[in-house]
């Protein structure tokens, strides 16, 4: 339906879940899709999410407000493309500035930036105005851009998009700050897109006096914008999803990237091909203080596959040069100190092979040392349908080696680059080649390094080796560590899980702050760095154990709920009397139903059982992700319940704490010597296999003399529900409670 103004307005109600208008893309989304040049399945996809994400935000033309939203993609899988086509489609629907907070280093900054100039042809297209971390004399070229989109006499085509590109880093956020100060953006839109969200910009003093410092300037940045939308894009979502949601950098919504089919990812090295990574001997990994004391032969392994696949690629090109880069990363730790030991080893090598490649084709020497590269030409072959004979890469190994660059990447005194022009390159470094580093045409990885702290986000932003290189992907070896192996195998089916966790969410159209921060994640792993989180988290399994809550007792609204969760359920079950001795004590004597369908019993009963003890509460939910996950894969698993004393009442008296210590009554014996049994004890009253679920009604009074020799009454009619929970149902899961 038309407003006032004739413009289309969508009504709210037909809007897909989440979004908040429906953007028009424009000239400026065609042309930059024209530049790309994807297939179509791409483009629609690409264009597709684009607009999910800029729906999500204010609309350009509401009252002044800001949002928060956070955009999941993967490593290496093409996230500035798509905040690229974001700040495109903003500039189709009327935002006169974009901001695109790059990483904390230089060659990202310039990353970023030429990346923006190449797609959105800034050196033709007159509809950006492009500043580079911007200074307060700057802002009057900005406030005549501005003042063109006050203009009504103006055509939209005359007015230019102010396009910021800026370091996250202190001094350039602060000058940046001082220009938007002396700005008029009262009625204005900005979008301000974050790179590497969770990278530097969060609070890494929570719960201090004073913040951090980056974290300031970009709480500053976002109050001198009255009317804005702040764009979270990062791989590795833990921290922003885990820092209180009463934050100012909390994301509000959620929109998820999908990579196109070249991708290649955790889910392709570490499921799929894991024949492709090698685990490095723990003798060759240097220690804290001190690289090996020679030249590790995985990395003599490494390079021999290196150099055959830089060797495949000249011998396919023929007569002209590879279309592709072909490079080696080799990071063996975070500080530069242990670089320069790998650097003289990889350049020492370079160096002595091509020596003896220089010798005549016949003599002895060459020709052994041509044979050492066989076993990789095997492993190559492989994994590689089309790969050259051997005598055919033998032949280019001289002129293969010789082409190849060898370049220490560090950050200090600056970062060199290398350029992409030549074909060949070996990159050592750590820091500056971690986040956000695009190695071009990456085919080997070799990486001495340890798990560190265990941060699943920093280990997982180290895999630099993914990216998009399915028709090449035979080529590509890993080394690794193998504690580094194994976490990255486990954060694969961590972010399988916590990705679908929060798709199911988004559908729902629900803002963030109500997704349930629960997530399978390995405990050998933290999801993040401790600094930046106000809230605890628990990580956690039952597996072979009985959980059982502390505090069953609650609010009178709680127990009421629960009462009538468990009397449906019991009503829907067929119940008989439990076998065993007939000297037990009534008290002793269950009702138990066997083979009872698990997912009857996760769905009305536990689901929806109540509990408001953060222990409790904590436990219980990764005690579900457990079981969901089995009933996933195993949906017609069965368990057994039983109703603990016919369901009479049993009395149980709290500590000062408020927790009922033992939930369990114990063992019955008819002698002192206790080899006559008559009751086993309630932990040992469960079914042969499977789940079993024990249903307690308590009388729960305050420890003390009274009554019976207890207390005051607390509660009665108290449901308190306990599950065991097998080995095989076993999964690490994190829980945070809000």
Request: charged share 25%; with cysteine.
């Amino acid at each position: 339906m038309p407003n006032a103004d004739g413009e289309l307005i969508t009504p709210q109600e037909e809007l897909p879940p989440g979004s908040r208008w429906l953007p028009v893309r424009g000239a400026e989304v065609r042309d930059l899709l024209a530049h790309l040049q994807l297939d179509d399945q791409s483009t629609e996809r690409l264009v597709s999410e684009a607009t999910t994400i800029l729906s999500k935000c204010l609309p350009p033309h509401g009252a002044a407000d800001s949002t928060t939203g956070l955009v999941l993609g993967y490593v290496q899988s093409g996230k500035t493309m798509s905040f690229t086509t974001v700040a495109a489609l903003a500039r189709d629907n009327a935002f006169p500035m974009v901001i695109v907070v790059t990483g904390v280093s230089n060659p990202l900054l310039d990353q970023s930036t030429r990346r923006l100039e190449q797609d959105l042809r800034l050196q033709e297209n007159r509809k950006w105005r492009l500043l580079r971390n911007p200074k307060p004399i700057d802002r009057h070229a900005i406030s005549d851009v501005l003042a063109d989109w006050r203009d009504g006499r103006l055509p939209e085509h005359r007015r230019k998009t102010v396009l910021i590109t800026v370091l996250k880093q202190t001094t350039n956020l602060r000058n940046l700050i001082r220009v938007l100060e002396q700005l008029d953006l009262s009625t204005l839109p900005v979008l301000v897109i974050d790179d590497e969200a969770d990278q530097a910009g969060l609070n890494t003093r929570v719960g201090q006096a004073t913040p951090s410092t980056t974290y300031q300037r970009l709480v500053a940045l976002r109050q001198n914008l009255p009317h804005h939308a702040y764009l979270q894009y990062t791989a590795t979502p833990q921290a922003p999803l885990l820092i209180n949601i009463i934050d100012v950098l909390s994301p509000e919504f959620v929109e998820l990237l999908t990579p196109g089919p070249d991708y290649v990812g955790g889910q392709t090295f570490f499921d799929e091909r894991p024949n492709l990574v090698r685990v490095i001997p723990a003798n060759e990994i240097p220690g804290r203080n001190a690289a090996p004391q020679c030249v590790p032969p995985s990395l003599i392994e490494a390079l021999r596959l290196f150099f055959l696949g830089v060797a495949a690629g000249f011998t396919l090109a023929e007569d002209q040069l590879p279309r592709r880069n072909r490079s080696m990363l080799v990071h063996p730790s975070r500080e530069t100190a242990g670089h320069s030991q790998y650097f003289h080893w990889i350049t020492q090598i370079r160096q002595q092979w091509m020596d003896i490649l220089r010798l005549q084709p016949t003599d002895s020497e060459r020709l052994n040392f041509v044979e050492t590269f066989r076993p990789q030409y095997d492993d190559l072959a492989g994994t590689v349908a089309d790969l050259p004979g051997f005598d055919a890469l033998a032949a280019e190994l001289e002129y293969s080696i010789r082409q190849t660059m060898v370049l220490e990447v560090n950050a200090r005194p600056t970062t060199p680059q290398p350029d992409w022009r030549d074909y060949s390159w070996i990159l050592v470094g750590g820091q500056a080649m971690d986040r956000g580093y695009t190695v071009e045409g990456l085919t080997v990885t070799y990486m001495p390094r340890d798990m560190g702290v265990g941060n699943a986000d920093t280990i997982e932003q180290r895999a630099r080796f993914f990216g998009y290189k399915r028709r090449y992907i035979g080529y590509c070896r890993v080394f690794l560590e193998s504690g580094v192996r194994d976490a990255f195998q486990f954060y694969v089916e961590h972010e399988a899980d916590i990705r679908r966790r929060l798709a199911e969410h988004r559908d729902t159209g629900r803002p963030l702050s109500e997704w349930r921060r629960a997530f399978f994640m390995d405990s050998n792993l933290r999801p993040t760095r401790r600094q930046v989180l106000d809230l605890d988290y628990r990580q956690d399994t039952v597996s072979d154990d009985w959980f059982w809550p502390k505090v069953p007792h609650g609010t009178a609204e709680l127990l009421d709920a629960n009462r009538a969760t468990v009397r449906n359920f019991i009503e829907r079950v067929t119940w008989a009397e439990s076998p065993g001795d007939p000297r037990r004590t009534p008290e002793q004597i269950h009702l138990v139903a066997e083979d009872v369908p698990l997912r009857l019993a996760y769905e009305e009963l536990l689901i929806p059982l109540r509990l408001t003890e953060a222990r409790d509460s904590q436990i219980f939910t990764g005690l579900l992700l457990q079981v969901k996950a089995y009933l996933d894969n195993h949906e017609d698993a069965a368990c057994t319940i039983y109703q603990m004393s016919q369901g009479q009442s049993r009395l149980r008296s709290v500590n000062d704490n408020d927790e009922i210590p033992t939930l369990f009554q114990g063992a019955n014996y008819a002698d002192a010597a206790h080899t006559d049994p008559i009751y086993p004890g309630d932990e040992r009253e469960r079914g042969l296999r499977g789940v079993t679920i024990q249903i307690h009604t308590l009388e729960v009074r305050k420890g003390g003399q009274g009554p019976r020799g207890q207390g005051p009454l607390i509660a009665n009619d108290v449901p308190a529900v306990a599950v065991w929970i097998p080995q095989d149902m076993a999964r690490d899961w994190l829980v945070q409670e809000r």
